[in-house]
Every structure is written in C-alpha cells, then in structure tokens.
C-alpha cells in the first residue's frame, strides 16, 4: 500500500533466468502484488520466479511468446479483474533495466500533477550519456519524433516501457487494439493520446548491463513505422469527427494532403522536380496546427 491505494507491478519476461530474482527483489515494501508474465520462456525463469521470496502477493500468467507487449496487456487484463479505479499499477521488465527506486517517485509524480499516466524518461536523468549506448539514444531520439507526429503530442523517451499509470486508465482502454510486439510503448502511448489522458514524464536512470536487446532493427522499424502511419492517419480522421480544434485540424490535413500531392506530381512528371520543395513545408505547418491542438495534453519533464 502506498499514499492510501494498492500498488501492483506487471513484471514481463521471456528467458530471464539470470535477472529476474534480482527485479523482483529490488521491488519496494509498497508493491502489494506483482503479476509476472512468463511469456514462452524457454530457460528456468519460472523457477528463478518461484525460488525468490517476495512481501507481496505474487501471480504468475503464462502465454505463449506473442510479444512482450500481449504480455503487459495480459498483466494489466489481471488487475483490472482484482482492483478499483484508483489503484496505482506499474510496468517493470523483468530483465532488472529498470531501477526500483524510481518506482515511488513516478507514483509520487503522478498523484502531485493529477496525471492519469507518468512514463520514465532516462533521456533527462544526468547519468544516460554514461549509462545509454549512443546508437541507442540516437534511434531512440528519431522514434520520438515519430512517436510526436503520430500522436499530436510531444514525448522525449518514447520507448521506455517503464510507467505508473491509475487502473481506470485500464478499464477505458480495455477494448484497444494491442500492439504485441516492442512497439507497444509507442502504441500505447499513441492510444492514450487519441483518449486525452494527461501523461506526465519523469526522470529514471538508464540501466544497461550484459543483457542482450531482443529487438530485430530492420523488422521492428518497418512494422512500427507502418503503425505509425496507420494511427497518425486515423487519430487525424478521428480527430475531425470529434473534440475540439476541428478548423485547425482541417486545415493540418489539407496541408498534409498537400505534402503528398507534391511528391506524387514530381515523381510522375505533372509537375518540375522543384515542387518537392512544397512537401516539407506542407507536412511541418500541417504538424504545427495538428500540436497546437493536441500540445495540452502532452508529455513533460
């Protein structure tokens, strides 16, 4: 129990024999229950799970190696089913990258601005220049900007998975389509947008040891890329149906529409080379009337 509400950590894992004791040990006193998804493990992490004693209640779901983020959504398909509203549940990856003591300063975060998310950024923690591989925040840097453009909202660290959010976040998204692979973090926080839940940001320390990322670069920047698009597409579309700022919106989708009859009509000859110019120009005023929309609701340090 922490500030009067139960505390619950989803705690993913596939093949984490060698960490998973230390995440679950490092967990404060406040966490009343974890719920570990073993998601197709083929090593002894069950075991490790089992032979480490914990003060909380703890739960193990088992699926089948459809991702890590089906994983979380089946963690967060359990709480729902045992908690209220009000209740607090967090995403700690059971590969230990993700520092325990930051856990109650992210809830602590999320009660004093009356957020319904707040998601770590270890872009803005003093020791990540140290900690982060350079190629790491580098394509971490340039799928934040997609993850910006797709949701309307600014966000620094998009792919930290590690997050504080209340359950009714939960029960109001129970019926989203899941992203199951490692791009549910951007997916998420896409959703989240498109519902208008405030999402704070806070520092977390970078974590990096001798664990080995199970990401494929080429696979995962073409199927989250092609997701990007697909929910940038239909938040916009959605966006004209309902809520506010519906002229400023329009005119942000006559420019993108803009920006893409530019690069149709010189790749196919209709018009000189040169109207290329017009297609950056469309998509970045298209981008700034889309955020003066959407920029309340956005992401901060």
């Known amino acids: 129990m922490w500030e009067g509400r139960r505390l619950a950590v989803v705690m993913p894992a596939r093949n984490e024999e060698a960490h998973i004791a230390r995440a679950l040990r490092s967990l404060p006193s406040e966490v009343d229950l974890i719920v570990v998804v073993n998601d197709g493990s083929t090593d002894a992490t069950i075991e490790a799970v089992e032979a480490t004693e914990t003060a909380a209640e703890r739960v193990v779901l088992q699926r089948g190696g459809q991702g890590v983020g089906a994983a979380v959504a089946m963690g967060f398909d359990h709480v729902m089913q045992v908690w209220g509203p009000d209740d607090l549940v967090a995403v700690m990856d059971g590969d230990a990258q993700m520092d325990a003591h930051d856990l109650l300063p992210l809830c602590q975060r999320l009660l004093t601005t009356q ?41 620094r660290d998009a792919q930290c998975g590690f997050v504080v959010l209340r359950t009714e976040v939960l029960q109001r998204t129970k019926d989203d389509p899941v992203w199951s692979g490692y791009g549910y973090v951007n997916h998420r926080f896409i959703r989240w947008a498109r519902h208008g839940f405030r999402v704070e940001a806070h520092p977390v320390r970078p974590v990096y040891a001798e664990e080995t990322s199970g990401i494929r670069p080429v696979r995962f920047f073409f199927s989250v890329g092609a997701m990007f698009v697909r929910e940038h597409h239909a938040r916009a579309f959605a966006s004209l149906g309902s809520g506010p700022g519906r002229l400023s919106l329009s005119a942000a989708l006559l420019c993108y529409l803009a920006g893409w009859a530019a690069v149709f009509a010189a790749s196919t000859g209709m018009l000189a080379p040169s109207v290329l110019a017009a297609w950056p120009v469309a998509w970045v005023l298209a981008h700034a009337l889309d955020r003066s929309v959407h920029a309340g609701g956005r992401a901060r340090i």
């Open 115 to 155: 957020a319904d998310v707040v998601k770590g950024n270890r872009l803005a923690h003093g020791e990540v220049r140290r900690s982060m591989p350079f190629l790491r925040r580098l394509a971490n840097r340039g799928l934040a900007v997609l993850t910006t453009l797709a949701s309307g909202r600014r966000v």
